[in-house]
Antibody, heavy 120, light 108 residues
Framework: QVQLVESGGGVVQPGRSLRLSCAAS????????MHWVRQAPGKGLEWVAI????????YYADSVKGRFTISRDNSKNTLYLQMDSLRAEDTAVYYC?????????????WGQGTMVTVSS | EIVLTQSPGTLSLSPGERATLSCRAS???????LAWYQQKPGQAPRLLIY???NRATGIPDRFSGSGSGTDFTLTISRLEPEDFAVYYC?????????FGQGTKVEIK
């Protein structure tokens, strides 16, 4: 079945780095744009980044621009989020999600999320 | 950045009642690029409505979306026990994509 599974979360000190992964299965990963969305504890949803199906286009929220990098390996059906210079306010559950219309759509499939805690 | 304001913050209703949730945008949302998501505690969001009024795959027809421009509505015609959750609207017509703060539908 169509599935996204995130991994790589954990506890990290401020200023350090972490890389999240999202393994896709059950659909043609290379045909879909993909997103990262996060949710701080007890808070709402915040869109983080998007990457086009062909890796040509990437866009970021202002809150992470210059610190986070979205990437993908279509040969491995995997999406990544490299998070550098982490701050306490980056603490959140990070979800990967599939775009349902070529990068111009809504997020129709979501992973279960992976928790990132930035704390000393 | 388009700011989405959802109202009310909390909606207290009984099963079988009708729920009407509002999402107002600070600027016009292009091409009705407005989605609604449902989120239950400890779970990922689930897409309910996209393009302002199109139900996602597998979504029951008691869920409906309407609106355009700056005013959008999610209606749940008759609440089932499994519908009590938090609902978010999202605009994806302009960057950055933004979410509303959420409306919690709780059992009265």
């Amino acid at each position: 079945q169509v599935q996204l599974v995130e991994s790589g979360g954990g506890v990290v000190q401020p200023g350090r780095s972490l890389r999240l992964s999202c393994a896709a299965s059950g659909f043609t990963f290379s045909s879909y744009a993909m997103h990262w969305v996060r949710q701080a504890p007890g808070k709402g949803l915040e869109w983080v980044a998007i990457i086009s199906y062909d890796i040509r286009n990437k866009y970021y929220a202002d809150s992470v621009k210059g610190r986070f990098t979205i990437s993908r390996d279509n040969s491995k059906n995997t999406l990544y989020l490299q998070m550098d210079s982490l701050r306490a306010e980056d603490t959140a559950v990070y979800y990967c999600a599939r775009d349902n219309y070529g990068g111009y759509g809504a997020c129709d499939i979501w992973g279960q999320g992976t928790m990132v805690t930035v704390s000393s | 950045e388009i700011v989405l304001t959802q109202s009310p913050g909390t909606l207290s209703l009984s099963p079988g009642e009708r729920a009407t949730l509002s999402c107002r945008a600070s600027q016009s949302v292009s091409s009705t690029s407005l989605a609604w998501y449902q989120q239950k505690p400890g779970q990922a969001p689930r897409l309910l409505i996209y393009g302002a009024s199109n139900r996602a795959t597998g979504i029951p027809d008691r869920f409906s979306g309407s609106g355009s421009g700056t005013d959008f509505t999610l209606t749940i015609s008759r609440l089932e026990p499994e519908d009590f959750a938090v609902y978010y609207c999202q605009q994806y017509g302009s960057s950055p994509r933004t979410f509303g703060q959420g409306t919690k539908v709780e059992i009265k």
